[in-house]
């Protein structure tokens, strides 16, 4: 077991120096401010509850009537959404716009735009 910890350790080392350093330039294929994907569909508005690396989840509150109770219940729902290189400044619980695009992998339909 101790031997497979170390396995993993030394794989995630490897990962970030391998990850290169842009200073000023935004090479993300799948921004919509440089690379022209195109927007359509649905937006909405929300809080970043989890990131990694360039996904975000976004969510944002709604509210459901329970009939047999009389009383509503918060909810929320939420998607999957890209997050571009140019934007990694944001981070978990600040509120953003995404917008609806082209699928860009199995799970994401939508990138972040910008700031609420
Ligand atoms: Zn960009």
Not at 33 to 57: D, M, P, Q, W, Y
Not at 78 to 95: I, R, S, T, Y
Request: net charge positive.
């Amino acid at each position: 077991m101790a031997g497979r910890k170390t396995k993993v350790k030394a794989q995630t080392k490897a990962k970030i120096e391998k990850t290169p350093k842009k200073e000023g330039r935004c090479e993300d294929k799948k921004c919509p401010a440089h690379a022209g994907i195109s927007l359509r569909g649905r937006s909405f508005t929300g809080e970043i509850i989890r990131k990694n690396g360039r996904t975000v989840k976004v969510e944002w509150p709604r509210f459901r009537y329970f009939p047999k109770y009389e009383r509503y219940a918060k909810l929320a729902s939420g998607v999957l959404a890209h997050l571009p290189e140019c934007m990694q400044e944001f981070e978990v619980g600040q509120k953003v716009k995404v917008t609806e695009c082209r699928p860009l992998s199995k799970m994401k339909h939508f990138v972040v735009v910008g700031k609420e």
